[in-house]
């Protein structure tokens, strides 16, 4: 009996804990619930703000799209050629640049230098690269061809589709492996390319650095384009057998030419183009720079000399004019003297009105220097009264 009554009391405190924790839990449970859902209407309410403020905020007009080209005031079918610039015995130190001007002057054309100071290279990261009505067009073969098409200009017209064969053949023989035999020489012989094609680098660059500086930058890209020249594969050989190599690509297009004007008969196609381009580059060095395969192409394959100036007279009847003034647009007519002067005076004019404008904004910054400089006087000159003021009331105390 006695441990009955002993232990209903117990079971009875326990239950009433339990209730009471479970009372706990519910109020807890009911006091998170209404926490949450304050959070939620807090959180609404905040979005809605901020809903409110951007529809409240101007939308920003996109930003216009940048001009597809960099020549905005383009005349209609002109085609405009952005290439390296003239050389004292080079139109253009580029197989690539002569290889299309030499082309444009060939179809009969017309095309118009930008003197863009090597600035810009096409979206394909290129020199040359035209454009046209707005467009831009990159890579010579491909400039070539677009051209061709849009103006109905084709060298190869009277071509048949053998010759049109050996004429692919011959191109891609010159270009992918006669083009980096020379290009091998230059990057090796940096300082007697400078000499051989009479370069005057602060001319070009147009900076005025010291020579010495400017010819260590230019040997320094030049040892940038040798790692490209071992990459292609030819640079792993040795400057004679690179040379040999060189050899046998002109003993081809010397037997190829023969005694023909050109490779095809009387009338110049794109291998002539092509081949006048990169034989130029070796052609047309300085004779006073020792270059081996010039040499050597000048007693062994003559009628590619020849040929060269075969072309050059055809094609550049202005060719002394442009690489004595390194003139981009030798072939396009000047105007005469009394409108070459008036262009002159209205070039000072604008030039006098910019150095106006430049002196009215330096005296303006002067201006407005001075006055910075009399407050701050003025308002040391009252801190210091003020200052000898208290000082005085301090005596007087």
């Known amino acids: 009996m006695t441990t009955e009554t002993d ?3 117990v079971e009875q405190t326990e239950e009433k804990k339990e209730e009471v924790k479970d009372e706990v839990k519910k109020e807890e449970a009911e006091v998170n ?10 959180e609404k309410a905040d979005k809605e703000k901020k809903d409110e403020k951007k529809e409240a905020k101007p939308k920003k007009e996109p930003a216009p799209p940048k001009p597809a080209v960099h020549k905005l005031d383009f005349e209609k079918d002109v085609v405009y050629l952005y290439q390296f610039t003239r050389t004292p015995v080079l139109p253009s130190l580029s197989p690539y640049c002569l290889k299309v001007e030499t082309w444009l002057r060939l179809a009969g054309l017309k095309y118009e230098n930008v003197d863009h100071k090597m600035k810009y290279k096409s979206k394909k990261g290129q020199l040359p690269f035209v454009e046209v009505n707005g467009e831009e067009i990159a890579d010579s073969a491909i400039i070539i061809k677009e051209l061709g098409q849009r103006y109905n200009q084709d060298l190869d017209a009277g071509l048949s589709a053998e010759q049109r064969n050996v004429a692919h053949a011959t191109i891609s023989m010159i270009e992918n492996h006669f083009a980096w035999v020379v290009k091998s020489w230059r990057t090796k012989n940096p300082a007697g390319m400078l000499g051989a094609y009479k370069m005057d680098l602060q001319q070009i660059t147009e900076k005025k650095w010291p020579k010495p500086v400017l010819e260590f930058i230019f040997k320094l890209k030049f040892r940038r384009a040798a790692k490209k020249v ?3 594969g030819i ?9 040999e190599f060189g050899h046998n690509d002109l003993m081809v297009l010397s037997d190829l030419l023969g005694d023909k004007p050109f490779f095809f008969g009387d009338s110049p196609t794109t291998l002539d183009v092509v081949a006048f381009a990169n034989l130029a580059q070796v052609a047309f060095m300085d004779k006073e720079v020792s270059y081996t395969l010039r040499d050597w192409m000048t007693e062994n394959c003559t009628n590619l000399v ?3 100036n075969r072309v050059k007279e055809r094609a550049f009847p202005d060719w ?7 003139d981009l647009n030798s072939h396009l007519p000047k105007p005469p003297p009394e409108e070459e002067k008036k262009e002159e005076e209205k070039a000072g004019e604008e030039k006098a009105k910019e150095e106006e404008k430049k002196d009215e904004k330096e005296k303006e910054k002067d201006d407005s220097e001075k006055e910075k400089a009399q407050k701050d006087e003025k308002e040391g000159e009252k801190e210091d009264n003020k200052k000898t ?3 005085e009331k ?3 105390k």
Do not use: Q, Y
């Open 7 to 9: 232990t209903k009391p």
């Open 33 to 42: 619930n209404a926490e949450e859902k304050a959070d939620d209407k807090a």
């Open 230 to 232: 071992r990459a292609h």
């Open 235 to 243: 640079g792993v050989h040795k400057p004679e057998e690179i040379e």
């Open 306 to 308: 020849e040929f060269c």
């Open 320 to 326: 002394d004019d442009m690489c004595t003034n390194l």
């Open 389 to 391: 003021e208290e000082k």
């Open 394 to 396: 301090e005596e007087k």
